[in-house]
Nanobody, 126 residues
Framework: HVQLVESGGGSVRPGESLRLSCAAT????????MAWFRQGSGTQRDGLAT???????RYSDSVKGRFTISKDNTKNNMYLQMDALKPEDSDTYYC?????????????????????WGQGTQVTVS
């Protein structure tokens, strides 16, 4: 049973930082792509960053250089360090996971690729 729980959202001023956490309960001895997405009201869910089983990361152009995805394999936790936040970063942020067949699988920034989702955490920058 896969479960994802986000935390760490809140309200900050432009230029400040936040660190989101995703506590993941995953099936043992399986490989997963994990990712962060965000979605505003009335908009589609956009991929921000992915991280594979080997730790390879991928970022969207909108956050590259400002956001950093990481994970702690011992705790099955994933993080999103967000620096230099802008008002347009205000959204609901979601943690996602996809079971993959190989630890070398590439992880696309595509919401349709991911099967498991957290409930979301709100980030407001103003």
């Amino acid at each position: 049973h896969v479960q994802l729980v986000e935390s760490g959202g809140g309200s900050v001023r432009p230029g400040e930082s936040l660190r989101l956490s995703c506590a993941a309960t995953l099936e043992a001895n399986k490989n997963y792509c994990m990712a962060w997405f965000r979605q505003g009201s009335g908009t589609q869910r956009d991929g921000l960053a992915t991280i594979g089983s080997t730790g390879i990361t991928r970022y969207s152009d909108s956050v590259k250089g400002r956001f950093t995805i990481s994970k702690d394999n011992t705790k099955n936790n994933m993080y999103l360090q967000m620096d230099a936040l802008k008002p347009e970063d205000s959204d609901t942020y979601y943690c996602a996971a996809a079971l993959v067949g190989s630890r070398f699988n590439e992880c696309p920034l595509d919401r349709w690729y991911f099967t498991y989702w957290g409930q979301g955490t709100q980030v407001t920058v103003s």
